[in-house]
């Protein structure tokens, strides 16, 4: 992971993740209407997340999905598209190759989007 971060170098995190609840926060308003539904759902989402021992997820498999990222993030650098939005229709891809629909893929953009700024906080 630590080559999607080094990829990443001078990108507005915020603004990624308001971008990608831009462009797939209508089909979460499509499973969850109203905020009412939407706050327990967030927070038994956020409350699983933070529940997963890390030694239990693919290792090699993850570098592997960061390495191909990071790459191809690099051999797209000129083209005629922002970075943030490269890699919002790059994650997508990899999202819907693993079964996820758009809403889930807003929902877990939402929760890594305030981890991101809450571990971003911790280091500081």
Not at 8 to 17: R, S
Not at 63 to 92: F, G, K, N
């Amino acid at each position: 992971m630590q080559r999607v971060t080094a990829a990443a170098k001078g990108l507005d995190h915020d603004a990624f993740w308001r971008a990608h609840r831009r462009q797939w926060g209508w089909q979460l308003r499509m499973l969850v209407p109203t905020q009412d539904l939407l706050t327990p759902l967030l927070q038994e989402l956020r409350a699983g997340v933070g529940r997963v021992d890390p030694a239990t997820l693919p290792g090699p498999e993850l570098d592997e999905l960061a390495d191909a990222i990071a790459a191809t993030w690099h051999r797209a650098a000129d083209a005629p598209v922002e970075p943030e939005q490269l890699l919002i229709e790059y994650l997508h891809m990899e999202l819907n190759r693993w079964g996820l629909m758009p809403a889930e893929e807003c929902l877990l953009g939402v929760v890594a989007g305030t981890s991101a700024r809450v571990l971003g906080e911790e280091e500081s």
